[in-house]
């Protein structure tokens, strides 16, 4: 990390948690959410918020998989991964393509269409929702703005002079997509390369002071399966880390590692960039006015608001060390990496030579140490280190 944590993460960190970005992707999100519990309640089933993105692309028309795994941002193997579960549920099929017979292509099958046009009217609904918190006039000012930004960017689905009509319920998922393979594309440029749609689901949600799986799968939308499996991929990427909540022992908490949030303040340079790139469209009033709009509906409409708290250096404390949970930094404990008593290099070295001659650490460094891992973790560490160093002299 940085060594200026309290004003260049601070300031990361506040941009982060609210920007028109975040607040176009929950509005997506919020739309699908509820459209998907509405189908689901009318007898769709096997549905998942997954299946937004695929659904929407094979309502244009049918495609080949090579083309849906570049609309998607994703491999091949990926994307057919992801739509099997959405063939098994009779929503897709396979046809041969009419301009290559040798070839195939996905489309949706009758059930699909049924669920496609049962979607239409429920995003109707929403869409009705959005005009009482914002009114009338003024949602239909948003939904061209959202209109023109599509058409613009050169959105395929959306470029049609007659995208004017469109509801900006229904714009609100596919602008966000383009929006979001344009940030994974700047931040591939910036050295953080195949970061899959599937990974803001998990990464939006995580707090500084940890975030609970559960709550996560809640707001994103997807089991908590589903969810175990790109944890474990962000994880192995060295983003985030799983840590057991110290006061709910069966709750498990999702941190960013200092890895992770060094991608947030990559992030925040990559959406800075886009947002000129927006405002460049748009002009800059229309943009400010663009902005409000989605703020106001956002503040009215989504829960997300209070998931990510304001930064302060003893919650990023929480994220930095072994971590602990936020009673660690409220009374029940005092430790922190950004302690100005912790020790330098040479100190932690010293520490563990002495473990591995065997012999007890006593000094200043040992309690720190003790202080971050508490005792019990800290004397096995000890002995793990004083076994390598008699199994080294022998």
Request: proline share 5%; charged share 20%; aromatic share 6%.
């Amino acid at each position: 990390m940085p060594t200026d944590h309290h004003n260049g993460l601070g300031a990361a960190w506040e941009r982060y948690r609210s920007n028109p970005i975040r607040h176009l992707g929950a509005l997506a999100a919020y739309a699908e959410k509820h459209t998907m519990a509405a189908l689901t309640a009318k007898g769709f089933s096997q549905l998942s918020m997954q299946f937004s993105a695929p659904l929407s692309l094979l309502s244009q028309r049918p495609m080949r998989l090579t083309d849906m795994a570049e609309r998607l941002n994703m491999s091949k193997q990926l994307c057919l991964q992801s739509l099997r579960p959405l063939k098994a549920a009779n929503y897709i099929e396979q046809q041969a393509d009419p301009s290559d017979g040798r070839a195939r292509q996905m489309a949706l099958s009758p059930q699909g269409k049924k669920l496609i046009r049962q979607a239409a009217r429920e995003l109707s609904t929403i869409n009705q929702g959005f005009a009482k918190h914002l009114g009338e006039k003024n949602l239909q000012a948003f939904t061209r703005l959202l209109a023109k930004l599509a058409t613009e960017l050169n959105i395929p689905a959306l470029i049609s002079p007659a995208s004017v009509a469109l509801q900006a319920s229904t714009m609100l998922g596919i602008v966000n997509r383009h929006l979001h393979t344009q940030l994974t594309q700047k931040l591939a440029d910036r050295g953080y390369g195949n970061m899959q749609l599937s990974y803001g689901q998990v990464l939006l949600y995580v707090d500084l002071g940890g975030t609970p799986m559960k709550d996560i799968a809640e707001k994103s939308g997807v089991s908590l399966q589903a969810l175990s499996r790109t944890v474990g991929e962000l994880e192995n990427r060295g983003l985030i880390s799983r840590r057991t909540d110290a006061e709910d022992r069966r709750s498990r908490l999702v941190f960013f590692t200092p890895t992770g949030l060094n991608m947030i303040q990559t992030s925040v340079s990559a959406m800075d960039e886009l947002e000129n790139e927006m405002q460049t469209l748009f002009g800059t009033a229309a943009f400010k006015r663009f902005c409000r709009y989605l703020e106001k509906l956002y503040n009215t409409t989504t829960p997300e608001q209070d998931i990510l708290k304001p930064y302060t250096p003893e919650r990023a404390a929480i994220t930095l060390n072994t971590g602990k949970s936020d009673a660690a930094t409220s009374g029940k404990g005092n430790s922190s990496p950004l302690d100005t008593n912790a020790p330098g290099q040479q100190e932690i070295l010293a520490f563990l030579a002495q473990c591995l001659s065997g012999t007890p650490p006593a000094d200043d460094t040992g309690q720190w140490v003790r202080k971050c891992l508490g005792d019990q973790k800290a004397q096995q560490l000890q002995r793990h280190l004083a076994t390598l160093g008699e199994k080294r002299i022998s």
